[in-house]
Each structure stands twice: as C-alpha cells, then as structure tokens.
C-alpha cells in the first residue's frame, strides 16, 4: 500500500516559483489499480517523483508498506517497481540482458534472475525479441522491456507513469492485461494518464490531479456522481474546472 500524505513541490527559476504539486493527498491500496488522471502539466509525474523517493517533498510524507520514502528510502526502493516518465534502454544490450543487470542491482541470485525474466517474457509477450539487442526497438518493445525491468525484483508495489504513451492498440490491449494481472496477485498498482480510456478501462480509483492540487478522487462511478455527470469524460472536464475540489 502505498499512502501520500500533503505533498508539496516548488521549483524556482529565472522566472519566479512555481508550484508543482500543492498538498496532494491520497492512498493507493494493495489489490487495486490507482489512477492518477490529469492534462498535462498537472503535476502528476512530479507526484509519482516524491513517491518513488527521487524527490523529496517540502513538505508532506509518503509510506510505502509502512516505510517512510524519505527516513527509509532504501527500504522503500525495495518494495517499488517502477516506470519513470524516462524509460531509456541500453542499447547496446539484448532485452535479457537489460533486465538481468537490474535484478543484479537488487542482489538477485542468477537462477532467480532467470525464472523471473522468462515469467515476465511471457507475460509480456516479448519471447520474440528477448535476446535481440534492443537498438531498433519499437516504442512498445522498449515499454515492455522498461517494465520487465522493473518488475524483475518482484515487487509488491507498481508505479507507472504514462505505460501505454506511444503503444499502438494490440500493444496497449496486451498493457492492459498485464495491468489486470498485477492487481489480481494482490500488487498495488499506481499509473499515471491523461487518457481517459485507459483510466476508465483499468481503474479501481481514480485520483484527478489539476494545477498541481488533488480535485476530485473516487472510482469512475462515484466521480460520476459527484459531478452530476453520466460519462467520465464530462466528470473529468467538470472536476478540472472546479475551484473547490470534490471528494468521495
């Protein structure tokens, strides 16, 4: 489970502060599909950034499984799998081999490092291209690649950020399965969108983040309630105009 509590984050440059993320506050439990849904420039990636320890907030606290991200970062990074908006593979490096050297970073042991990667390659789809070097890579062959990767440790705890950015349909349809399969294990899993579909299609919760600052959050049928809407899209639209915020 992972829980955010008033997260805060300001960047200062040649043009004065901005706010990025303005006493964000929300809980992802294990089980679901979490949703983070915005426009772009809401603030979500930096949110998933406090998360997953790469920043820190100022101020606000994140738990993941009861550890602090910030006292026990170490602790926390153990438990995450993590898709970062910057999903660079190494080139010169077969997909196995991408993911290997992560399971390396975690202190895997090899023969547990195998069976993970031919468990995630088949789950993903990626058999085919497994021990291709991943120069020429499609989008979705690198996405997948980036995931297996991330997962490779076994974490209780996924965060996504976009997955599905740039995936043709049969690729997100396949995304899509695999999300499903991570919650039925009894992972929590966050991701970030601002594609409707996906977050209608997937999500137990959803979390609708604009101007930085949490403005609505429930399940698709309590956001439709809320707002007095009948489709998701026009919750959403409404929510992201609204000053005021609502809450299930």
């Known amino acids: 489970m992972i829980e955010a509590r008033n997260l805060h984050k300001s960047f200062t440059g040649k043009t004065g502060t901005v706010v990025a993320v303005d006493d964000v506050s929300f809980t992802a439990r294990d089980g679901e599909i979490t949703g983070l849904l915005g426009p772009n420039g809401a603030g979500k990636t930096t949110t998933l950034r406090m998360l997953y320890t790469l920043m820190k907030p100022e101020p606000g606290s994140v738990d993941v ?34 993911i290997a050297y992560f399971g390396r970073l975690h202190r895997m042991r090899e023969d547990d490092i195998a069976a993970r990667i031919a468990l995630l390659a088949k789950s993903l789809e990626m058999e085919d291209f497994l021990d291709r070097q991943t120069e020429g890579f499609s989008q979705g062959q690198r996405t997948k690649t980036a995931i297996a990767r991330a997962l490779v440790h076994d974490p209780r705890n996924v965060i996504l950020d976009e997955p599905t ?18 919650r039925a294990e009894g992972r929590c899993v966050i991701f970030s969108s601002h594609i409707m579909q996906e977050v209608a ?15 609505a959050q429930g399940s698709a049928d309590e956001l439709r309630a809320l707002t007095g809407q009948d489709n998701l899209e026009d919750a959403f639209v409404k929510a992201i105009g609204s000053d005021e915020g609502l809450h299930a």
Not at 165 to 178: A, E, I, K, P, S
Not at 201 to 215: E, H, K, P, S
């Open 65 to 98: 499984d009861g550890f602090d991200a910030v006292r026990d970062a170490e602790a926390v990074r153990r438990r995450l799998g993590v898709l970062p908006d910057a999903r660079g593979v190494y080139k010169r490096l077969t997909a196995r081999e991408n």
């Open 165 to 182: 950015n740039g995936l043709d349909v049969m690729t997100t349809r396949g995304l899509r399965d695999f999300l499903r399969k991570l």
């Open 201 to 215: 299609a997937l999500c137990d919760r959803i979390v609708v983040i604009a101007r930085g600052r949490v403005v």
